[in-house]
């Protein structure tokens, strides 16, 4: 047995008692039982269809809250298996929306976070709901179970025949638990918004019937849109944003950049689709990457004799959105939103300085 066995079947014990122990405790697996935590809940299960996007299954996920604060969401993916767990004995689908850390394949997906307060797995969001209704579109039928409170309350059942495949998921946050069930469809659309920019061409519905809200989300440019957006009201000072995306080592790392002629900087962070928001390795790469490639063309163009520029010199006007993926994101800070892992830094350092350098070289000052 290896290290890495030993530490999950130390988790894995720890998390015996399944459902007790999340209602027991709440904010040890989502924050806190504030609105933020009540959002969380929503974010899990989405996360769950934007990795069924990320994996190239899905193209299309919609989020509906209901006049009664319960939340649906659907997706076009494959649909949650719902074949026999081999040493539990019930279907996979019952097996994930009840067990802790259940799902084989489904925690154990490359970019999956685990850290944070994402990456909590949907039995927790089903342990802290009056009620859940999975539907599941998979080998010509479709599958359905309810469960309360975290346990079934249905067995698997076959409630009708389909063509497509897909996974859809009701939930009703439970009273009990949390301060609040009053969704905020701002805080929800914001998020959606976000995601669908982060995810290029994967579709986002949201619909809040409280409200009569509807919103379709689909971003073709992923990044290159978010930086457009964010520079909506500025005067640019070049037309396309700069950007690229590039795999090494396990990591993907996708930049989008665009100077507008103001002198305030937007650089936002993100690390496997959480909002970085105290930063991390992969801002600290990305600032030194700019900054070591416009003082080597200001060098070798003359423009900077001998002096060269600081940080702060290249900030004026920066409009950044930084995005990486990678496998064991370690997430740091007082809030969870800072990344850590060190080899990041220089993986980002490097491809950044290298793609402004050419860029510089091929956009030359007018
Ligand atoms: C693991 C395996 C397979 C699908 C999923 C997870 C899956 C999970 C969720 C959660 C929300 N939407 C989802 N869509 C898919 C499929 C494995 C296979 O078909 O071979």
């Known amino acids: 047995m290896d290290i890495n066995q030993q530490k999950y079947d130390a988790t894995t014990i720890q ?5 007790e122990a999340v209602r027991k405790r709440p904010a040890m697996y989502i924050g806190d039982t504030s609105i933020l935590g009540l959002h969380h809940l929503v974010y899990e299960v989405v996360d769950n269809s934007i990795d069924e996007a990320m994996a190239g299954f899905c193209n299309e996920i919609s989020i509906t809250v209901h006049t009664d604060n319960s939340v649906t969401v659907s997706d076009n993916g494959r ?4 074949d026999i767990h081999k040493t539990e004995n019930r279907p996979a689908l ?3 929306m009840t067990v802790l850390h259940a799902g084989g394949k489904f925690d154990k997906k490359a970019y999956r976070v685990s850290g944070g307060l994402h990456g909590v797995g949907v039995s927790v969001v089903n342990a802290l709901s009056e009620w859940l209704e999975v539907e599941v579109k998979r080998d010509g039928e479709v599958f359905h179970q309810r469960y309360e409170k975290g346990k079934p309350v249905t067995s698997l059942t076959v409630i009708g025949k389909t063509k497509t495949t897909g996974t859809k998921v009701t939930f009703k946050p439970d009273e009990d638990i949390f301060e609040t069930i009053e969704f905020d469809d701002s805080i929800l659309s914001g998020r959606f918004r976000e995601l669908a920019f982060l995810n290029a061409g994967v579709k986002i519905l ?3 019937e409280r409200k009569n809200i509807k919103e379709e989300f689909l971003f073709e440019g992923g ?5 457009e957006y964010l520079n909506r009201n500025k005067k640019v000072l070049f037309p396309k944003p700069l950007y690229f995306k590039k795999a090494e080592e396990d990591v993907e790392v996708e930049v989008a950049v665009q100077y507008n002629d103001g002198y305030n900087e937007t650089v936002l962070s993100f690390a496997n689709n959480v909002n970085t928001k105290e930063g991390g390795t992969h801002i600290t790469g990305f600032r030194g990457g700019i900054t070591r490639a416009i003082n080597e063309y200001g060098k ?31 997430f740091e800070g007082q809030t969870k939103t800072k990344l850590g892992n060190s080899k990041i830094r220089f993986l980002v350092e490097g491809i950044t300085s290298q793609q402004v350098f050419t860029f510089l070289e091929e956009n030359p000052e007018p």
């Open 15 to 19: 998390v015996l008692g399944g459902i």
């Open 79 to 82: 649909g949650i298996p719902v």
């Open 94 to 96: 019952e097996v994930i």
């Open 206 to 208: 949201f619909e809040d």
């Open 223 to 227: 990044l290159i849109s978010f930086v």
């Open 300 to 330: 070798n163009n003359g423009f900077l004799d001998d002096k060269s520029l600081a940080g702060e010199d290249i900030r004026e006007g920066l409009v950044a959105v930084v995005s990486v993926k990678l496998a064991e994101p370690q």
